[in-house]
């Protein structure tokens, strides 16, 4: 069974940065898309970041663009986030996840239903 495991998280200031890792414990495993979500306390979860590995293409939540970055590899099987300009509305567990090939046809983007595999989370807070 395929696992994504998050790394990264931790307490900083606000104006501060984190980079978040997402890695597949198998390196066979493929994807379509992989993303990241957030949930703040007694919120919902909600679609930050993803990347589609058929264009490279990236795509944003208007609240994180231009402060959040997300790269990877698709051959490793590894994804990143890299947050710049943290504000305490930022604080939340941050999930990776993936769009595998057992959904096939349109998925939407930021689409929570769209991901099939998920990550354990990894807590981030901004402090003001």
């Known amino acids: 069974q395929v696992q994504l495991v998050e790394s990264g998280g931790g307490l900083v200031q606000t104006g501060g940065s984190l980079r978040l890792s997402c890695a597949a414990s198998?390196?066979?495993?493929?994807?379509?898309?992989m993303g990241w979500f957030r949930q703040a306390a007694g919120q919902e979860r909600e679609w930050a970041a993803a990347?589609?590995?058929?264009?490279?293409?990236?795509y944003y939540a208007d609240s994180v663009n231009g402060r959040f970055t997300i790269s990877g590899d698709n051959n490793k099987n590894t994804v990143y986030l890299q947050m710049n300009r943290l504000k305490p509305e930022d604080t939340a567990v941050y999930y990776c996840?993936?769009?595998?090939?057992?959904?096939?046809?349109?998925?939407?983007?930021?689409?929570?239903?769209?991901?099939?595999?998920w990550g354990q989370g990894t807590q981030v807070t901004v402090s003001s």
């Open positions: 996840a993936a769009v595998t090939h057992n959904v096939t046809g349109y998925y939407p983007i930021s689409g929570r239903a769209s991901y099939d595999l």
């Open positions: 990347i589609t590995w058929s264009d490279g293409n990236t």
């Open positions: 198998r390196r066979t495993f493929g994807s379509r898309a």
